[in-house]
């Protein structure tokens, strides 16, 4: 993703247009290109992090080192 921003939005030079509109095309890209785009993105993620994020998985992290995590964790 930070290539992606990388490639867009560092090009060296100044954004140019008419006064005040420079900042509105900005929003307006952001808004209707990159947002969706960081959306998709995390949404690629968000099943594996569900695995992550479950209570077996925190249940089985904590017995983890013959529970001595959970023992240093109360």
């Known amino acids: 993703m930070a290539e992606t921003l990388r490639r867009r939005f560092a090009t060296g030079g100044a ?3 008419p006064v005040g509109n420079t900042q509105a095309m900005l929003q307006r890209e ?12 995390f949404g690629k993620v968000e099943s594996t992090q569900a695995l992550i994020d479950s209570s077996d998985e925190y249940e089985r992290v904590a017995k ?3 529970d001595e995590i959970r023992k240093r964790l109360k």
């Open 15 to 17: 954004w140019r247009g």
């Open 30 to 41: 952001l808004n209707d290109r990159w947002l969706p785009y960081i959306k998709r993105e």
């Open 64 to 66: 983890s080192c013959n």
